[in-house]
């Protein structure tokens, strides 16, 4: 029987794509563009899991779609490849950082190939090549020579293990994300990046794009916008005023106490001599905290600092105390604490037994402790009986016509730590004469990386670019001074804040990207990758792009105007039923009982009813869970292994089979095995099932029934694709093959445009297909089949005939008659079946709705 053998179709395929260029970028404008972004990998030692395919198939059929309709397209792909894993690995083995970089660039792109994606290999950047990082740096002295790069010493996650400052969203539960590494806050000399110049327009022009709700909504609760009023209280028996912001400035009446973030520079300053030790103490202990932990924690601690401030209302002294639950780089590092009217203040005075003063009158039937809702002032002066929105208004003129205080807008949103004290990175432009940071002039980038034998982090905390001690020292062009060279390295964002604009002209040496091309390509037309970038890889890309924006170097106010996250693929679905004294339970008793077994069973011993996995035939209930693909629980599937038993093809087909594409979904080998038949259905539908190849292709005119069903195959899996619904769309294809098996011919009209249908999704199939038709070229840029609506015009109407509400026959009108009441009615009482419910009844209403349904409401004679 003739069957699709992938192994010997793929590679030859893939080698004429890439020896031909096919999917090589138009230099022509003359058409309209179509920009498609994947989210570009690092490039690990491990290679792809199945799971990094699925969002390349998505962009990689929605291109070959495109190229069909007719425009340019511009579908790139490159390497995120700076970071931590490599070095690490050096670390380790004294590997270089670009051998291993190289060597794991080379085993993805030999991946990425062996799948049929249809990448202009033209134009495939790295971010550790020279002359990709020269623009790189090229853009932050744009940044520094606009005041946006500066240095500060800063509190910073230090990780001795590691020799680096981490993100905030590198540290978990206080150990380093990478390694479980001990973290510890202590200020370093940082390069930090002024993101918080940008804020509002971070904000607002997030209105204007295509993105995920629920993305949208991340980045503005990340950026943070709070409107309220900056105020200042007086420490008693100091010169010192201690700023705070507030978003109630209505409740200052209800400040009994302040608190002050551990790293606040008044700390020590104001601290009596009777409580510095227990303070030095609590700092220290706060210093090696996340910022996650410090906020999360239910149980609160602090110390008092012996101090107190002068609440600026009612000249009230209230006590200063320093607890890690408020945040330095939050705010102004320091809060009124109104415990009425605050969750996290009540817990704190409750354990402390500090005052707690209602500020806003709670409604009768409120029984909690801080109220947060609506209600007149009380307690509160000459705010008493106004609503929230005016007792603010009123405070905040109050405090501007006194001198201490003002409204003001605060943002979450923090400067960007833009500091590593690592080796592999990309070298600041910066060198320091007499002390003094100054950018190397423009016609000396690339400044490129020395190399070292020890990428070992040192001791001091100095990066590992310390040790290159003839790089580090060298002398200002300007002056010919003695100058260092900046030893800090970038971290791994800077390289993928803009290399979706090198796609666009990768060889162009006159900055970042060329103008013209810049305005043709952009915005990213669609871009595609995983949830886990929602927040910084998309914030970090905005901020640099409206820089660029502001300096002229790109013609959109932002770079990505779609944006589709793809769901996570899980492991294979693990099925597991429990036993208890030598019985099998089920998953709900095993719940509430103590010393159970648990009892691995296989896919083949389990059935599904319903909504519930039993096993089968039983009704015990199977628990049934799939888990993230990982190498400890050793549920992560090769695509190299899946390629060689099924084909690229199947894998590509399966990814977009397992439903839609944003959602989570478990691996199964089976559903690859079901796809891999729909494609042998398709070759045989073509080459017939004799042992020889021979194909069943005529040139016979279609009949009306074959263009319906092909019609109705092409307005589906067109609207699908448009909208993203692979699953459906292949579906539609699916039931395109189960129909044309039963005709006694395929006209070659028919099977030509099938192929282009399937094409997106199965392309190395398609090809040999087509190529087996008599067309001597690749299908690429064959155009798109045409829906042609007349075809699935019917020439009969079905419709359901009820008696009583219960449909008992159904009936074929035709459509010149279908709206034809007594004709329509008159024939359905015409068939055998529904006389049957006629006799010895009498019709007491006749209910016709046309095209649709007919009831006839009968009563026994």
């Not at 930090?192 to 709700?213: H, N, S």
């Not at 900046?486 to 103008?515: H, K």
């Not at 030598?582 to 648990?598: C, F």
Request: charged content about 30%.
């Amino acid at each position: 029987m003739s069957s699709y053998d992938p192994s010997k179709v793929e590679t030859r395929w893939q080698k004429y794509w890439l020896e031909n260029k096919t999917f090589k970028t138009p230099e022509n404008q003359d058409k309209p563009k179509y920009y498609i972004l994947d989210m570009f990998p690092y490039p690990s030692g491990s290679g792809l899991h199945v799971g990094h395919p699925e969002g390349y198939t998505a962009t990689d059929i929605l291109a070959r779609y495109k190229r069909m309709k007719g425009f340019n397209v511009l579908h790139p792909i490159g390497w995120d490849a700076f970071g931590l894993p490599a070095e690490q690995y050096a670390v380790k083995t004294g590997t270089h950082p670009r051998d291993t970089t190289e060597k794991n660039i080379n085993r993805f792109r030999e991946q990425l190939q062996m799948l049929g994606f249809s990448y202009d290999w033209d134009r495939e950047v790295n971010t550790t090549d020279p002359d990709y990082y020269k623009w790189t740096q090229w853009i932050f002295l744009q940044l520094y020579n606009k005041g946006l790069a500066y240095e500060d010493e800063v509190p910073v996650n230090w990780c001795p293990e590691l020799g680096t400052v981490l993100a905030n969203e590198e540290v978990i539960d206080g150990k380093s994300e990478v390694g479980g590494f001990p973290v510890i806050r202590k200020p370093m000399r940082q390069w930090v990046l002024k993101i918080t110049e940008y804020a509002e327009r971070l904000l607002e022009d997030l209105d204007d794009l295509e993105w995920p709700d629920s993305t949208k909504e991340m980045q503005r609760n990340w950026i943070g916008k709070s409107i309220g009023a900056e105020l200042d209280f007086q420490v008693k028996e100091y010169d010192d005023k201690i700023r705070v912001f507030t978003t109630r400035p209505d409740t200052i009446f209800g400040a009994t106490y302040m608190v002050l973030a551990p790293e606040h520079h008044l700390v020590n300053k104001i601290t009596t001599d009777d409580q510095r030790e227990e303070i030095e103490k609590y700092v220290d202990e706060a210093a090696n905290k996340s910022d996650l932990e410090r906020q999360e924690v239910k149980n609160k601690t602090g110390v008092f600092t012996g101090a107190y401030a002068i609440n600026p209302v009612n000249g009230k002294e209230i006590p200063i105390w320093v607890a890690d639950y408020v945040l330095a780089h939050y705010g102004t590092g320091a809060i009124m604490a109104v415990p009425a009217q605050d969750e996290r203040d009540w817990e704190f005075a409750e354990k402390f037994d500090l005052p707690i003063v209602r500020t806003v009158q709670p409604p009768e039937d409120f029984d909690g402790k801080a109220y947060t809702g609506e209600g007149p002032a009380i307690n509160s002066d000459f705010l008493n009986d106004l609503e929230i929105a005016e007792a603010k208004e009123k405070i905040t003129d109050w405090l501007e016509k006194n001198g201490v205080g003002k409204k003001s807008v605060n943002f979450k949103l923090r400067d960007w730590l833009f500091s590593r004290q690592r080796y592999w990175g990309e070298p600041f432009p910066i060198i320091h004469v007499d002390g003094d940071p100054k950018p190397v002039p423009e016609s000396e980038l690339p400044v490129t990386l020395p190399e070292v034998d020890d990428f070992q982090p040192t001791k001091s905390g100095e990066p590992p670019l310390a040790r290159a001690e003839d790089w580090v020292k060298t002398t200002d062009p300007e002056t010919g001074k003695e100058a260092l060279r900046e030893t800090n390295t970038m971290p791994q964002w800077a390289g993928s804040c803009w290399y979706y604009l090198r796609y666009i002209s990768p060889d162009f040496d006159g900055g970042p990207v060329e103008a013209d091309e810049e305005k043709y390509w952009m915005p990213v037309d669609l871009y595609v990758g995983g949830a886990e970038h929602s927040v910084l890889h998309l914030l970090y890309a905005r901020f640099w792009h409206k820089v660029l924006y502001d300096c002229g170097v790109v013609s959109t106010k932002e770079p990505f105007q779609k944006l589709v996250h793809q769901g996570m693929i899980l492991g294979e679905m693990e099925y597991t039923v429990f036993e208890k004294d030598g019985k099998t339970i089920s998953a709900d008793e095993a719940e509430e009982l103590n010393d159970v077994q648990r009892v691995p069973l296989s896919e083949s011993d389990v059935e599904k009813k319903g909504d519930r996995f039993v096993m089968k035939g039983t009704e015990i209930t199977v628990e049934a869970r799939a888990h993230k693909m990982s190498k400890s629980r050793g549920n992560v599937i090769n695509p190299d292994d899946v390629v060689d038993e099924y084909g690229a093809d199947s894998l590509r087909l399966y990814e977009m089979f397992m439903g839609p594409l944003e959602q989570v979904k478990p691996w199964s080998t089976k559903g690859v095995e079901g796809v891999n038949r729909f494609l042998n259905r398709s070759w045989r539908l073509f080459l017939g099932d004799g042992e020889e190849e021979k194909l069943n292709v005529n040139d016979t005119e279609p009949n009306k029934d074959q263009l319906k069903v092909l019609h109705e195959a092409i307005k589906k899996v067109t609207e699908d694709v448009e909208n993203m619904r692979f699953n459906t769309a292949i579906s539609a294809l699916m039931i395109f093959v189960n129909e044309a098996n039963q005709w006694d011919s395929l006209p070659r009209e028919i099977a030509e445009d099938y192929i282009l249908l399937l094409s997106p999704f199965a392309p190395h199939v398609a090809e040999e297909l087509w190529s087996k038709m008599g067309h001597d070229e690749s299908l690429a840029y064959e155009d798109w089949p045409v829906l042609k609506e007349e075809y699935l015009k019917s020439d009969t109407i079905e419709y359901p005939v009820q008696i009583n509400g219960k449909v008992r026959e159904q009936i074929q009108v035709p459509a010149d008659k279908a709206k034809d009441k007594e004709f329509v009615i008159g024939l359905a009482k015409q068939q055998e079946k529904v006389q049957k419910y006629l006799d010895g009844s009498t019709i007491v209403k006749e209910i016709f709705v046309p095209g649709r349904i007919i009831n006839l409401v009968v009563k026994p004679n």
